[in-house]
């Protein structure tokens, strides 16, 4: 007879119960069980044993030793922005474009305007606004200068600190003190902050900025000699002759060249007076049956004399060797040796000249002009008449040499004779706000073009340089402009007034707050 069989329930399985805390393993016994296998190393619940031993370790962490805290940013005792230009300034900002409310006015153009206008009225950023605007200035090169001194000792402090600010450090601030050569930050600063403070000391004391970069010169890099030498740029005297004589037998080719243009820009110095033989070997006023002439003769070689003073033994350019030869030449020799020699610029710009060498003298005088900020020879060589009139880049060169009121006047008449196909590079080049007469006149030819069917896009540039220049005066004008023409002109004229409404409001607020001070 069979047994019966048992009904009874099977015992429930259980699991291992967890180990009390005076059972628990060492962890290094648990990691050797996990390593071995607990065939080989028996120990129960391993998983719960690793699980109480793991939240045991982290509970019983004790926390290391606190950094310390960075010092402090230092003071900046300059003014507060009121509540009125922070909030303005906040409006501007990228971050804070949101807050403008819908404005019709372009922010973009606006902040570089408010950014100069705060630092030249010497208020500080206020602190929590200082991270934003160094974002945008990171972003937009022509906001830095101003930029970098709105934000002062703050900026710096907070450039130490976040690489992606690290262009702070490297920006000159206008107005900030020096008090003479800091042979620590020369010897073992980074390139940037030794450039910077190059730049700094050049502008105080210019002869101790020579002599620092002189004290280190023959061990630089090419690179950084070539940079360095910019910086002499600023404040250039016949001090710094003998350096830069000594600099035309650099190992470095484009040190050389840029020793060589930095020496003509000095027209008593001997590199000058060597080219202006040379010109008046190339260059002589002849006789002939119809009259003066100027009759051309380019070296024919580049010879050692001339490699020496920076000339290029070929052209970099793509023009003949010649011509380029002649051009760096008459580039670097002083202007008053033509005046002396031939005439006024005047007569002779009138010459007729042989071979067809003209085009290259006046490029070459040109050059001569701006590089030696000879006024005179400037409104000469603007004065050409058509068919040959000096080109539109050319001349917005010659501009800068010209007192503001005088660029502004010669712009507004190009405008009218020419519109403003070609204007852009010459209304850049008269500084912001714009004349009334200039502004008329850009206003008469933006609104001949909205009459032919022109598009406004393709006159973008104008209108941005317009939005920075305009007086704000046009507003008014521009509101009449917008009611009686297309709808992409109108929009265009709204827009434009609307900013010149807000520049000139964020000015005021400005200059209020200044004269409360």
């Known amino acids: 007879m069979k047994p019966a069989p048992n009904l009874a329930p099977s015992p429930a399985p259980t699991t291992a119960p967890s180990p009390a805390p005076d059972d628990v393993a ?27 031993q793991a939240v045991a370790r982290r509970a019983g962490l004790r926390p290391g030793p606190a950094s310390p805290l960075p010092p402090a940013a230092p003071a900046d005792p300059r003014p507060a922005l009121p509540e009125a230009a922070r909030q303005r300034l906040a409006m501007l900002l990228p971050a804070r474009a949101g807050s403008g409310g819908g404005t019709l006015a372009n922010l973009n153009e606006l902040l570089p305007q ?29 906001l830095r200068a101003d930029a ?49 403070h190059l730049t700094l000391l050049r502008r105080r004391d210019p002869d101790a900025a020579r002599e620092l970069l002189r004290s280190t010169w023959a061990g630089e890099r090419a690179e950084d000699r070539l940079l360095f030498l910019d910086a002499l740029q600023e404040g250039l005297a016949a001090g710094d002759e003998p350096f830069l004589e000594a600099a035309l037998n650099d190992r470095a080719k484009n040190v050389r060249a840029t020793a060589a243009e930095l020496l003509s820009a000095l027209p008593g110095s001997a590199l000058a007076e060597r080219m202006a033989r040379r010109a008046l070997a190339c260059v002589t006023l002849s006789s002939t049956a119809d009259g003066a002439r100027l009759t051309v003769h380019p070296p024919t070689a580049c010879d050692p004399e001339m490699r020496h003073d920076g000339i290029p033994v070929g052209s970099p350019t ?38 067809a060498w003209q085009q290259d003298l006046r490029d070459a005088w040109s050059r001569a002009a701006v590089r030696q900020g000879d006024a005179r020879w400037a409104r000469a060589l603007l004065a050409l008449p058509a068919p040959d009139p000096i080109p539109v880049g050319s001349a917005a060169k010659l501009l800068a040499v010209l007192p503001p009121l005088e660029r502004a006047d010669w712009t507004a ?66 509101s009449a402009l917008a009611e009686h023409t297309v709808p992409a002109w109108a929009e265009t004229f709204a827009r434009l007034g609307a900013t010149l409404r807000l520049r000139a409001a964020m000015f005021a607020e400005l200059t209020e707050v200044a004269a409360w001070g």
């Open 148 to 196: 970098v001194a709105l934000a002062g000792p703050l900026g710096r402090w907070l450039a130490d600190r976040n690489p992606d600010w690290r262009f702070v450090l490297r920006t000159p601030l206008t107005g900030e003190q020096a008090t003479g050569p800091d042979q620590r930050l020369w010897q073992e600063g980074l390139f940037a902050e030794r450039v910077t």
């Open 413 to 478: 008449g190009f405008l009218a004779g020419h519109g403003l196909a070609d204007a852009f590079q010459l209304l850049v080049a008269c500084p912001a706000p714009w004349s009334e007469a200039l502004g008329r006149a850009v206003l008469g030819a933006l609104e001949r073009v909205a009459a032919t069917g022109g598009y406004p896009w393709s006159h973008s540039g104008v209108i941005g340089v317009a939005e920075r220049a305009l007086p704000p005066e046009a507003a008014a004008e521009l």
């Open 26 to 52: 060492d962890w290094p016994e648990l990691v050797t069980a996990a390593l071995l296998g607990t065939d080989r190393r028996p120990l129960p619940a391993l998983l719960d044993r690793a699980a109480v």
């Open 114 to 142: 408010w950014v100069a206008a705060a630092a030249r009225h010497g208020y500080r950023c206020p602190a929590a606004l200082v991270p934003p605007l160094l974002d945008a200035a990171r972003t937009r090169s022509e």
């Open 318 to 355: 793509g023009r003949a060797d010649r011509a380029f030869w002649l051009g760096e030449i008459v580039a670097a020799t002083p202007l008053d040796t033509w005046v002396t020699a031939y005439g006024s610029p005047a007569e002779l710009l009138a010459l007729p000249v042989s071979d």
